[in-house]
């Protein structure tokens, strides 16, 4: 059974840069997609970005201005980059994979994610 | 503000059935695309719970229900259990301003 797990610094200050990393244990990242979401404290959540194991991306238009998605085949990690973060950005971050059944996957479905991880943004 | 409108709470004894809504647009859930529903236990990942309006992943017991018509979909439950007090989230993908996947708000069930 496929596994992920968020990694990254838990505080970052206003103005820098947000890096997380999702490790993929138990699967292949080939052949499926990876979207990055969020949630704020006691809030909703929020899809970020996704990209295909072959390197195509898509991103929330809302946030796509400040926002890469990358991934390492070869370590079976995809990353996100959130640059200028304010407050607003404070919340858990999750990664999750992309249900394919059939040999065709779903851009908007997700059937597996990673327990999450807190970022705080604060000077 | 969410794309898809669903109610902050609902409330329910054990045993009793509870609905709960996911209204969207044109762009959304009234161009086509399917809803999916998650389940979120406090301090822990969404789970999910039914995908493309009305099926169920392997282990998700036959007490959830969903269903889609025009712009709006609904998740119910029937037998309420005390296990299913949790947060509720639809979603689906919308096309404006480009395609992009979309998430009520979420419902906060309790069960009384």
């Known amino acids: 059974q496929v596994q992920l797990q968020e990694s990254g610094p838990g505080l970052v200050k206003p103005s820098e840069t947000l890096s997380l990393t999702c490790t993929v244990s138990?699967?292949?990242?080939?052949?499926?997609?990876w979207s990055w979401i969020r949630q704020p404290p006691g809030k909703g959540l929020e899809w970020i970005a996704f990209?295909?194991?072959?390197?195509?991306?898509n991103y929330n238009p809302s946030l796509k201005s400040r926002v890469t998605i990358s991934l390492d085949t070869s370590e079976n990690q995809f990353s996100l980059r959130l640059t200028s973060v304010t407050a607003a950005d404070t919340a858990v971050y999750y990664c999750a994979r992309h249900r394919c059944t059939g040999g065709s996957c779903y851009l908007g479905l997700f059937d597996s994610w990673g327990q999450g991880t807190l970022v705080t943004v604060s000077s | 503000q969410s794309v898809l409108t669903q109610p902050p709470s609902v409330s329910g004894a054990p045993g009793q059935r509870v609905t709960i809504s996911c209204t969207g647009s044109?762009?959304?859930?009234?161009?086509?695309?399917?809803v999916h529903w998650y389940q979120q236990l406090p301090g822990s990942a969404p789970k999910l719970l039914i995908y493309?309006?009305?099926n169920r992943p392997s282990g998700v017991p036959d007490r959830f229900s969903g269903s889609k018509s025009g712009t709006s979909a609904s998740l119910a439950i029937t037998g309420l259990q005390a296990e299913d007090e949790a947060e509720y989230y639809c979603q689906s993908y919308d096309s404006s301003p480009s395609p992009h996947v979309v998430f009520g708000g979420g419902t906060k069930l309790t069960v009384l």
């Open positions: 138990g699967g292949s990242i080939s052949g499926y997609y």
């Open positions: 990209i295909y194991y072959s390197g195509s991306t």
């Open positions: 044109s762009s959304n859930i009234g161009a086509g695309y399917d």
């Open positions: 493309d309006n009305n």
